[in-house]
């Protein structure tokens, strides 16, 4: 019988973020200031973000340490658990051997406590007060309200509003973890009163609620901006958890021939990827396949375009070097809301433009129909941006099933879908579109 668990004990949690830059052959494209277009230095990201990330945004340093307060936090859920899909492998009657790694294990439900543990412990050491951040889906907010709450700061979440009506409970957990959460458009900024002023009905979207967030961040000294994705020092965080599964996949013996996982402003997929990525580029491991999968109906990276652009929609980030379908995008509201942001990391999207990793989009009703696969095999009822590989992973083992091929495909689980249940509810009852 086939090992199904890859465990690994307190002990082995990384000590060492990776960072992929150093070994990039052509580093992505500096961010540039919105008015005078030149590259902008670590001093203009000073009064959003504290030295200690600022300082991880632009570093060349290969592997970076965790700090011991960051991996005490750590231990209250990591390592996380690998898994062989034994039971999903048998129904989808393929020989490909298919594992994946499970970051819904945290009281947050997702990968992003990573970061946000790391980024509140940087802005506690430099006197920060109070995080301000933006939700999309509530992933993001809920994490860093805990976050925030482990090193005794408030946090204040600006929630897309479509979101903030249609998942209620999220706004409760994070309300629980002590966190102010504002729907967005709010009355409570200029940009959110502009905003509502044009259309008082406005759904939000993540580029309106950043823009929220930054100007209240701005407004007091005390006061730091978090970002849950996108950023260099985010995708550093998150590579915890590839560092993880490199040390598991050798565990059960195997080298991925695919590595699949999703991308929204690609954190996960980054974290997950990268650290076998490296292989790669120092040419180590050749003939590994990446895919990063997004939604058909917010498909930056297979749509968009590689070229400057705002991360926000008010215009007040530098611009970022992205594939973007551009900043006053507002995606149709597809419940996989971690993945309805307009651009993509710029270390992901260089990525994608040197060609390392494929870019793949998938319709929403193919990704429920793997999604509830997958929970009638492994038990795991996924969210909906995770259900994303699975769908991919489907496509794949049925191309090993005709050709005989045994390839072993590894994705990223990156949160469970508890609270998402009103998008299963949907697609069950057959009202989803
Ligand atoms: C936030 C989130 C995403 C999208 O963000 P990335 O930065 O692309 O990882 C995907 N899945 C889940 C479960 C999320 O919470």
Redesign the pocket.
């Given at each position: 019988m086939a090992r199904r668990q890859f465990m690994l004990s307190e002990k082995e949690i990384p000590t060492h973020w990776y960072n992929i830059v150093p070994d990039m052959k052509e580093p992505p494209p500096p961010p540039i200031h919105p008015v005078t277009k030149e590259p902008i230095g670590p001093e203009a990201l000073a009064p959003i973000f504290p030295m200690g990330l600022i300082e991880q945004e632009v570093s060349t340093e290969r592997f970076i340490e965790i700090p011991e307060e960051v991996r005490e936090i750590y231990r209250i859920w990591r390592p996380t658990p690998l898994y062989r899909a034994t039971r999903f492998e048998k129904l989808l009657d393929t020989p490909a051997r298919i594992y994946y790694k499970y970051e819904g294990t945290n009281p947050a439900g997702?990968?992003?406590p990573n970061t946000a543990v790391a980024q509140a412990y940087y802005n506690k050491k430099e006197g920060t007060k109070r995080i301000i951040t933006e939700t999309g889906a509530g992933?993001?907010g809920t994490a860093l309200s805990m976050a925030c709450k482990f090193f005794d700061m408030e946090a204040v979440v600006f929630m897309v509003r479509v979101s903030y009506d249609q998942k209620p409970y999220r706004k409760i957990l994070m309300e629980t973890f002590g966190g102010t959460v504002h729907p967005s458009p709010s009355p409570l900024t200029e940009f959110g009163k502009k905003m509502l002023a044009e259309d008082p009905d406005c759904p939000g979207s993540l580029g309106i609620a950043i823009s929220e967030a930054i100007e209240v961040a701005v407004s007091k000294e005390e006061n730091k901006y978090a970002l849950?994705?996108v950023l260099n020092h985010v995708l550093l965080h998150q590579t915890v958890i590839g560092e993880e599964v490199r040390k598991q996949m050798e565990m059960a013996g195997e080298y991925p021939d695919i590595i699949i996982g999703?991308?929204?402003?690609?954190?996960?997929?980054a974290g997950f990827a990268f650290p076998f990525l490296r292989d790669k580029l120092t040419g180590e491991r050749n003939h590994t396949r990446y895919i990063g999968v997004e939604p058909a109906s917010c498909p930056s990276l297979t749509e968009g375009k590689y070229r400057y652009d705002h991360g926000d929609t008010a215009g007040m980030t530098p611009l970022l070097m992205m594939y973007t379908l551009g900043a006053d995008f507002v995606p149709p509201s597809i419940h996989a809301g971690?993945?309805r942001y307009h651009g993509m990391a710029p270390l992901v999207s260089a990525l994608v433009n040197q060609g390392y990793i494929e870019p793949l989009a998938i319709p929403q009703k193919e990704i429920f129909e793997a999604a509830v696969k997958f929970a009638h095999t492994e038990g795991i009822v996924p969210?909906p941006?995770?259900s994303h590989c699975i769908a991919a992973v489907i496509r794949e083992a049925a191309k090993c099933r005709e050709s005989g091929e045994s390839k072993v495909i590894l994705f990223n689980l990156?949160?469970h879908g508890l609270l998402d249940l009103s998008a299963y509810d949907a697609f069950l009852s057959g009202r989803m579109e």
């Open positions: 997702s990968h992003k992933q993001w849950g994705s999703c991308c929204g402003g690609g954190s996960n997929y971690g993945l969210a941006e995770p990156c949160g």
